[in-house]
């Protein structure tokens, strides 16, 4: 069974950039929603007691759509709320310095990303992510994401359904986007994702019942994602 993990901050904490009635209808909706359903659907796959990581792959592989899109969004979802944070801080360290190389910068990296999420066809992710040779910006469709991709590792994502943004920007994803990036990105997240990838610590992975509640290591399952090489 998995858990609705609690947003790590008050449904009015990243205000004004997103507004606490934005939060709660996409925390205590959309994602419980998918949580209830992969909860349903795994259960029904004989995938009990297995990591949200390994159901997302496993439903991949076999071609079972509806698990694959309901397991992928829950684990997304749970990503992207640690993503966001009222206290935001600049880049710093090693994250600064990757993205310095590959984008020239932080402002580099911001007309990267707005652009990709803005040019990005319906519903889908805008990913950062640490890859074999430096950072990218990617984007993906629907539920997919980088659990079901060799060699990248998420180090921040922004949510490009209209769910995300419509009650606070209306059709206005670039500005959505713009001030995402600018106010409440998460960066010293993103820095501890990319020390993961690095080889320092597993990175994000889905919180379960058992570890909330007896506060015991999480599990011995493999990591999150395929490490690049270093
Ligand atoms: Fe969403």
């Not at 979802?77 to 966001?84: G, N, R, S, V």
């Not at 180090?155 to 500005?175: I, S």
């Not at 992975?205 to 290591?217: D, H, K, N």
Request: proline share 5%; net charge negative; with cysteine.
């Amino acid at each position: 069974m998995f858990i609705l993990p609690k947003l790590p901050y008050d449904y009015a904490a990243l205000e004004p950039t997103l507004s606490a009635d934005t939060l709660r209808t996409h925390h205590d909706k959309h994602h419980k929603a998918y949580v209830e359903k992969t909860n349903e659907l795994a259960k029904r796959a004989g995938l009990d007691g297995r990591s949200l990581e390994d159901v997302v792959r496993d439903a991949h592989r076999k071609a079972d759509q509806k698990l694959f899109h309901n397991a992928a969004q829950a684990w997304n979802h749970a990503f992207f709320w640690l993503c966001m944070t009222p206290q935001p801080a600049a880049p710093s360290g090693p994250l600064k310095a990757a993205i310095d190389r590959a984008f020239g910068g932080v402002r580099g990296f911001k007309d990267a990303f707005v652009a990709e999420g803005v040019d990005h066809f319906g519903s889908g992710w805008v990913w950062l992510a640490a890859g074999s040779d430096g950072l990218k910006v990617i984007s993906t469709h629907d539920a997919d994401d980088t659990l079901i991709r060799d060699g990248l590792f998420p180090l921040l994502v922004c949510d490009l359904w209209e769910h995300a943004y419509y009650l606070d920007y209306k059709n206005d994803r670039k500005t959505f986007l713009e001030r995402w990036t600018d106010m409440v990105a998460n960066w010293a997240f993103a820095e501890r994702q990319l020390a993961a990838a690095n080889g320092a610590g597993e990175g994000f992975l889905y919180p379960e019942v058992a570890a909330s509640e007896t506060g015991a290591a999480r599990r011995d399952a493999p990591g999150h994602g395929d490490r690049p090489p270093a």
